[in-house]
């Protein structure tokens, strides 16, 4: 397994990870124990790099990666992640906390959930626009000092919100989303993770599986698919979105190798210290995944993907206003 570092000084990963969301939540019916071989197949790959967070299920899916490598900690580079908060009646509501106790009383319930002793990533969620990042930050850093996490990390932070940060404690890892249909990171992000040495993680590298070319219609969506409420994958928007993607087929027909190995390698291809964590519930396409780290682009290549999906191709935005409102960072 070919592995990287997140920053030029941070720790050594696998050089793909494995998301786990999916497996218990937002995109149809699971199975655990499929799961499971799933999670063993990756580790057994050599692919160590997990990725969980305490709102999967809720809850449910730290549980579920816990089970998996209860036998295997010492094979795991294992990050979770914590404060977007669920409304217990209506789990389709959220908000955020970044509140210090919050920090503290979110990572000792990840740790029993997990059944580990410490964390080696953990990331803040979702910065809240109510609690200074110094605060949580040093709440978080609090928690290395004590041994229950090693490296900390931020999701979908602004990127003036990551150098307030790194003034309190290193951050080793900022994970957005980021793929061909989804560039938001180019305008500031990506630019800061380099200058500071941050290394960077993207979720949803497939644009939630649709650049894999296997989503045709959105009734290929089972009725609990978070999809089927996301603005990309309705109406109009799914087929401008779609043909953007039949044109990604093509260049992997060209390229010989699959959508999805395509997709990952334009995404690797970025920078040294990007580790994609694609996520899946079948290691047929966990295979197909890894296979991507094969896939090497030239600067003609790269340059004619850009041309068929730059910047702003895509149609309608990654998620409902709702869950919009929530990126702020």
């Known amino acids: 397994m070919k592995t990287r570092t997140l920053g030029p000084k941070g720790p050594e990963v696998s050089a793909l990870g494995l998301g786990c969301m999916g497996m218990s939540e937002f995109y149809g019916a699971h199975d655990d124990a499929e799961s499971i071989r799933v999670i063993h197949h990756a580790l057994d790959a050599g692919l160590n790099f997990l990725d969980t967070a305490d709102i999967y299920g809720p809850h449910t899916n730290e549980v579920l990666v816990g089970k998996a ?23 389709s509501r959220r908000g955020v906390s970044g509140r210090p106790e919050y920090v503290r009383a979110s990572c000792e319930a990840s740790l029993k959930r997990l059944g580990v002793d410490h ?33 900390l990390g931020l999701s979908e932070p602004a990127a003036a919100t990551i150098e307030r940060a790194q003034k309190v404690h290193p951050i080793t890892a900022v994970q957005s989303e980021y793929s061909l249909w989804t560039r938001d990171p180019e305008d500031g992000v990506l630019q800061t993770c380099r200058k500071l040495g941050v290394g960077f993680v993207p979720y949803s590298p497939l644009g939630r599986g649709f650049l894999t070319g296997a989503i045709q219609s959105p009734d290929d969506f089972d009725d609990d698919d978070y999809r089927r409420h996301s603005p990309r994958f309705q109406g109009e928007n799914f087929q401008r979105n779609l043909a953007l993607v039949e044109k990604v087929a093509e260049l992997a027909r060209d390229k010989g190798c699959t959508p999805a190995q395509l997709a990952l390698a334009w995404v690797l291809a970025q920078d040294a210290h990007i580790v994609p964590i694609p996520g899946t519930k079948r290691i047929k396409y966990l295979d197909d995944n890894i296979g991507a780290l094969d896939v090497a682009l030239s600067a003609e290549e790269l340059a004619t993907i850009d041309a068929v999906f730059p910047h702003d191709a895509a149609a309608g935005t990654r998620y409902p206003q709702s869950m919009m409102s929530l990126l702020s960072g």
């Open 69 to 91: 490598i209860r036998d295997r900690r010492n094979a795991v580079f294992l990050a979770t992640k914590f404060g977007i908060v669920r409304d217990p009646d209506d789990p």
């Open 119 to 151: 964390i080696d990533l953990y990331y803040q969620h979702r910065v809240d626009p109510d609690t200074p990042i110094e605060d949580t930050v040093g709440a978080m850093a609090d928690l290395v000092k004590e041994g229950k996490v090693l490296y």
